[in-house]
């Protein structure tokens, strides 16, 4: 029986997931999304297209592959039914290849202003969410208050939508908070009836009856590791389990099934938002990366605050998912720097440590260890024999340190642009 090849990111997100998801699907039959919502956006370019997925699973444009959102997902029906049809108008017909798990949680109207007044009750303490209802959707959820897509198809469903509306609006009103949803949830319940046009599943079944029938299933994830609502830099993170576990929760698949776990990460670091960052850079160092990286939210358009490669942090994300295959992505950014620096420890509070502290706040200080730049332009690499001395030396580096193998480099944006080794 086959097994679930699972794709990650192992920072704090943008790390690249939606290309290598897209150069990888070939290789298999069924791609599923297992967390998240769509506060992540996934980009891909090819053929001097530009797309942003944001729920839809990276395998849409691999012709004939089943995609699936599975029952960790929360879905917002109207940015959904946007995303669909601006696919279907470049020729990508989802209809006949995408499935909704009945489990995925839906995102309200009321949601996103709640995450909105949350976020204005907070003042300076800020956690700078994109404002898309996820974290209170998740909540929801925890609390056994969510609605769900197989709710969509109940005889009662407006009765248990009235209900979600008066729950929100009774917190609403007790924060203070003045807010009009009426245009908002006209166009929500216009994209609910969108939604059912797709086949709404029991993805549990569908994911498990795949395996058995051996097919090949590659399920991906949305933000990155180091935003795990467990295991991330709490409270700075997500609403989900963005590591490896969350792909069987989220599909409803044991973990016996999992086969290769491919960990994503930039080779350098980059973050969007609130929350501690080792290696930021204020100079002008960080601020070219950030230019030459493009390093704005796919989604949101905020600027990324970007630093060196933290392989203290890389370390603990491997450690946590059981990554076997490393890919690492915006290597080309580099190009022209003459010294490439990566953090090896940090000194907590003077103190040096490998380890993932507790708690990232000020008080922690990295150590580096600096490399040659290599200097030269790695978009023309097509082959790793191809690659400069110094650009191997770099990446042999990060294999001895991690133990796991660098497996597939990008070197630019476009599908062509990646070396397999």
């Given at each position: ?194 939604l059912k046009q797709f086949n709404i599943i029991d993805s549990e079944f569908f994911v498990n009856n795949a395996l058995k029938a051996d097919k090949s299933v590659l399920a991906e994830g949305a933000q990155g590791t180091l935003l795990d609502v ?192």
């Amino acid at each position: 029986m086959k097994k679930v090849d699972v794709i990650l990111g192992l920072q704090w997100g943008d790390e690249g997931k939606g290309k290598v998801v897209d150069v990888l699907t070939p290789n298999y039959d069924v791609v599923a999304r297992f967390q998240g919502g769509p506060n992540a956006g996934h980009t891909l370019e090819f053929n001097g297209e530009k797309y942003v997925l944001r729920s839809i699973p990276s395998g849409i444009f691999q012709g004939g592959k089943a995609n699936v959102i599975g029952g960790g997902v929360v879905l917002d029906a109207i940015l959904f039914r946007k995303e669909a049809e601006e696919l279907a108008k470049s020729g990508h017909d989802l209809t006949k290849q995408l499935s909704l798990s009945k489990k995925a949680h839906l995102i309200l109207p009321t949601h996103r202003v709640l995450d909105a007044a949350y976020e204005a009750a907070k003042g300076s303490a800020k956690i700078g969410t994109t404002g898309k209802g996820i974290g209170p959707t998740y909540t929801d959820k925890i609390s056994r208050n969510g609605m769900r897509v197989g709710d969509l198809l109940s005889p009662n469903f407006k009765a248990i939508y009235a209900a979600a509306k008066a729950r929100h609006e009774a917190i609403l009103k007790s924060l203070n908070y003045d807010y009009n949803i009426d245009e908002l949830e006209q166009e929500w319940f216009e994209a609910v009836e969108f939604l059912k046009q797709f086949n709404i599943i029991d993805s549990e079944f569908f994911v498990n009856n795949a395996l058995k029938a051996d097919k090949s299933v590659l399920a991906e994830g949305a933000q990155g590791t180091l935003l795990d609502v467990d295991f991330g830099s709490y409270p700075f993170v997500t609403s989900s389990n963005t590591v490896c576990a969350g792909a069987c929760t989220g599909l409803g698949i044991a973990p016996n099934r999992i086969g290769e776990v491919f960990g994503i990460f930039k080779a350098y670091c980059t973050r969007v938002g609130s929350g501690p960052f080792p290696t930021e850079l204020f100079d002008e160092t960080g601020a070219t990366l950030r230019r030459i990286g493009h390093e704005f939210g796919a989604v949101t358009g905020r600027e990324r605050r970007c630093g060196w490669l933290d392989l203290v942090a890389l370390k603990y994300s491997i450690m946590i998912n059981g990554v076997t295959q490393l890919i690492m992505m915006k290597s080309d950014v580099m190009n022209d720097f003459e010294t490439v620096r990566v953090a090896t420890s940090y000194k907590v509070n003077g103190v040096e440590t490998t380890e993932f502290p507790y708690s990232i706040e000020e008080h922690v200080e990295p150590v580096y260890t600096d490399f040659e730049g290599w200097q030269c332009d790695l978009r023309a690499c097509r082959t790793y024999e191809e690659f400069p001395e110094a650009f191997k030396r770099y990446v042999d580096f990060i294999e001895q340190e991690t133990g796991v193998p660098v497996k597939i480099i990008s070197v630019g944006p476009d599908r062509d642009e990646t070396v397999m080794r």
